[in-house]
């Protein structure tokens, strides 16, 4: 058994104490601080056992008596015998009951000073949006007008909400049966050139993305690959016709690099490769969340882009220019982080791109609220239109 010839220990606080001593005591201290304590110590060796009498054990050289008094038995008969861990967290028992001056190494290691928690608790992590989720819209029942599309969290179940009035759960429609919990990333455009707008998903378990055309009465067919393993990589996937051929083409964030790129479309229902993308947004686009095309905004025959900034709560607009996209403009003040996701498209019929939003607090069930486009970039006041339960 390893021994050092002289602990670095306050030898009568260690070995006899068993009252409290009327010493500021810290509160706590982080394992780097503990990690400087014990090199003085014992060279940071939690092993070791000291040569004196009384003896001391571990990397923070602990006594006999103050292990067993503060609990220390639970874990081991001797400290040296317990893990890093399990020392550390009977020496903050000491810490906050003696002080700091219970080591002589203390000072110089911030011991007294640090009062961070060694061992926090993990975060819970963040419950699910319970109600719908996976949002995206387009023009799927042949009316012109756009119908909201989302999944529902509790059944996996994919639903069609018919526009303008896509809030009423009572004229929903089931598109896609369970499993869609499975799917990230949706967005809405017409892949095919065939008039009618088409869903593209992302499969979590593979990460390849998936065309699903539509039929134009509300319903799709069953789903091709057009792009392989790799776009769980990707996120904020849009789709929009960005490059003024006429032809909708797909948009998603490399999370790797938080670049915007653009996956041309070919008219057939395929897309442009990772070769043949093209950049249309330099990095920090990790930095943007919810992204969606909602058309065209601004009444100049381009699609735009939406998108809300995390840090601010911001919503943007991105003016596409048949070449990509413009300088952004603020078009949502702070706040927009409380929406939960959205969904764009020309809900009302009138040529001027739409949102229609969830806001809701995380893990709860939301309302769903209209945003009329005003045809020069901006949104009207919002409206209601789909209680809770979103």
Known sequence: MPRISSPRVVAALAGVLTLPLLATAASAASVSTWDKVAQCESGGDWTIVSNTTPAYYGGLQISLHNWRYYGGTAYAPYPHQATKKEQILIAEKILADQGAGAWACSPGTGLASDHADPYPDPEPPKPADPGMTSLTAGEFTGDSKGDLIAAEVSTGKLWLYRGPNVGTKSSRTQ????????????????????????????????????????????????????????????????????????????????????????????????????????????????????????????????????????????????????????????????????????????FTGDGIGDLSAVESNTGETGKLYLYKGTGTGGLTTRTEIGTGGW
């Open 175 to 346: 598109i896609g049966t369970g499993g869609w919990n499975g799917m990230t990333n949706l967005a809405a455009g017409d892949l095919n050139h065939d008039g009618k707008d088409d869903l593209v998903a992302t499969e979590k378990s593979t990460g390849k993305l998936y065309l699903y055309k539509g039929t134009g009465t509300g319903s799709l067919t069953t789903r091709t690959e057009i792009g392989t393993g790799g776009w769980n990589g990707m996120t904020n996937v849009f789709a929009g016709d960005f490059n003024g051929d006429g032809i909708d083409d797909i948009g998603a964030t490399e999370k790797a690099t938080s670049k915007l790129y653009l996956y041309k479309g070919n008219g057939n229902g395929t897309i442009t490769g990772l070769g043949g993308r093209t950049e249309i947004g330099t990095g920090g686009w990790n930095g943007m969340n919810k992204v969606a095309s909602p058309g065209d905004m601004n009444k100049d025959g381009k699609d735009d882009l939406v998108a809300t900034e995390k840090s601010t709560g911001k919503l943007y607009l991105y003016k596409g220019d048949g070449s990509g996209l413009t300088t952004r403009t603020e078009i949502g003040t702070g706040g927009w982080n409380s929406i939960s996701g959205y969904g764009a498209a020309d």
